[in-house]
């Protein structure tokens, strides 16, 4: 691997946690005071013996036709469960042959395909529902999530370091390699570690073929994209949506951020953002707290897990969500 392929991987491996910060002020700010009208009930995930069905590292999960896909990067597979969590089959083993994974980051359903971004590899692989690969492309980075937003693309992110000038975080294929757009230029600086956390993503699927994107750091915005990359415009999130600001060293110096959202899912029009915590008055970790937002950018309520969640997708008014054991949560969202 040359370099210039180092360094994104490493970029990447950094922009999948927050690193050590110091909080300031009192830690985390309070929650805006809101009548609830939407809870979470947990489902008892039943006990799953085999071997395969535990969790070593799970990065990202998709939902479809009753099936929830978790990539596990440890174990270098693609895991499958139930809507309920019972665990159904495993595909995929570390290697760099068709059908094998190194880290895979990112998993979707595109069609009648599971598409997975194999990290390490610097490729998208393609398998079908049984988990036999069917094909896949390289891509010139170490691509980091992958979406389906409309029929025949493939949304793929990346990790910039921002050493490059005009570096792209959204790359839109077709499902033979083919580049068909891309757009949303890194922020650059002279530092690849700011830029690292600045340029941290999370994109979310619509239900017209379009896709969202929510910045990790800094700008309380949602931007909405057609699937073919066209920018069509950004929502203003609700100020009641509480984050923490934190002051992370660099150096000689400080930089102050506002931890936005840590992770990010939509479902039946509505977005659910949850916001970092200050953990030990010095780092920043996943929170227990996950925002409702309208599609017009307004707050509509706050779920309060049981528990701080890593990652979670949404799906049919379930959350399916990665504690901080990496084990697999299932939470019906009531209203």
Not at 14 to 39: D, I, K
Not at 62 to 90: E, I, P
Request: glycine share 12%; aromatic share 8%; charged share 25%.
């Amino acid at each position: 691997m040359g370099r210039a392929a180092t360094l994104a991987v490493a970029a990447a491996l950094l922009a999948s946690l927050f690193g050590p910060v110091r909080t300031l002020g009192q830690g985390n700010p309070p929650r805006p005071a809101l009548g609830p009208s939407r809870r979470a009930v947990e489902i008892a995930v039943p006990a799953n013996e085999e071997d395969e069905a535990l969790l070593g590292r799970p990065v990202a999960l998709a939902f479809d036709g009753g099936r929830l896909y978790v990539a596990d990067a440890l174990d270098c597979a693609v895991k499958v469960f139930s809507k309920d969590g019972r665990f159904l089959k495993s595909f995929g083993r570390k290697g760099s042959a068709p059908g094998e994974l190194s880290f895979p980051s990112g998993v979707c359903v595109a069609g009648e395909a599971v598409a997975v971004a194999d990290k390490f590899n610097l490729r998208i692989q393609l398998f079908d529902k049984e988990g036999r690969a069917s094909g896949g492309f390289r891509v010139p980075f170490a691509p980091d999530r992958v979406l389906a937003p409309a029929a025949g693309r493939l949304l793929v992110t990346g990790n910039p370091t921002g050493r490059l000038a005009g570096e792209r975080l959204l790359h839109v294929y077709d499902l033979s390699g083919r580049l068909e757009w891309e757009g949303l230029e890194a922020r650059s600086s002279s530092d690849p570690v700011l830029d690292a956390f600045r340029n941290m993503i999370l994109v979310c699927p619509g239900e017209e073929g379009d896709f969202y994107v929510v910045f990790r750091s800094g700008e309380r915005v949602i931007r909405r994209f057609a699937g073919s990359g066209r920018f069509l415009g950004e929502i203003a999130v609700d100020e009641r949506h509480a984050v923490p600001s934190v002051d992370m060293p660099l150096g000689r110096r400080t930089l102050r951020l506002s931890g936005f959202c840590w992770a990010a899912s939509r479902d039946q029009g509505v977005f659910f953002l949850s916001a970092p915590e200050a953990v030990a008055g010095k780092d920043l970790g996943p929170g227990r707290a996950v925002s409702v937002i309208g599609s017009n950018g307004r707050l509509q309520d706050v779920i309060e897990l049981p528990c701080a969640v890593h990652r979670f997708v949404v799906a049919g008014g379930r959350m399916f969500a990665i504690d901080d054991e990496g084990a697999l949560r299932i939470f019906e969202v009531r209203s």
